[in-house]
């Protein structure tokens, strides 16, 4: 995709190359998200979560690259973090939602909780 298309935000329709560099696994999951991004508050639901990232479906999409403050309901707790957009999904077809991926910059709060639903133990 051009940098002109991923500064407008557009689908990144190399998805299976976007799986490929993952460095983490991802662990299904079904948590509420609320997403911050400036002035602008979104609720999403996350669908899978790793130690670097989320999947979460959202409404509305939020451009590649945006700065986000991100407050996830995990089953275990709260967790805070703040990250940024690293590819975008087209809606899905049966909900109708689009998609986020986000890596994490930083876990503010809920770090063991964090790792409780990525180990193996879970």
């Known amino acids: 995709m051009g940098e002109s298309a ?3 935000g557009m689908v990144n329709m190399n998805h299976s190359k976007d ?3 993952r460095r983490n696994r991802r662990f299904p999951v079904d948590a509420r998200c609320w997403i911050e991004r400036e002035s602008v ?3 999403g639901t996350v669908t899978n979560i790793s130690i670097g990232g989320l999947f979460i479906r959202t409404p509305v999409t939020i451009a590649l690259g945006s700065q986000v403050d991100l407050n996830v309901t995990l089953p275990t707790g709260l967790l ?3 990250g940024h957009v690293v590819w ?6 049966t909900s109708g ?3 986020l991926g986000i890596r994490f910059d ?3 709060s809920g770090k063991r909780r964090l790792d409780h639903i990525v180990s193996d133990d879970h």
């Open 6 to 8: 991923a500064r407008a």
């Open 19 to 21: 799986i490929e560099r």
């Open 41 to 43: 508050t979104l609720l």
């Open 80 to 82: 805070a973090a703040s």
């Open 88 to 93: 975008t999904a087209a809606p899905d077809l």
């Open 97 to 99: 939602c689009l998609g």
């Open 106 to 108: 930083k876990v503010l």
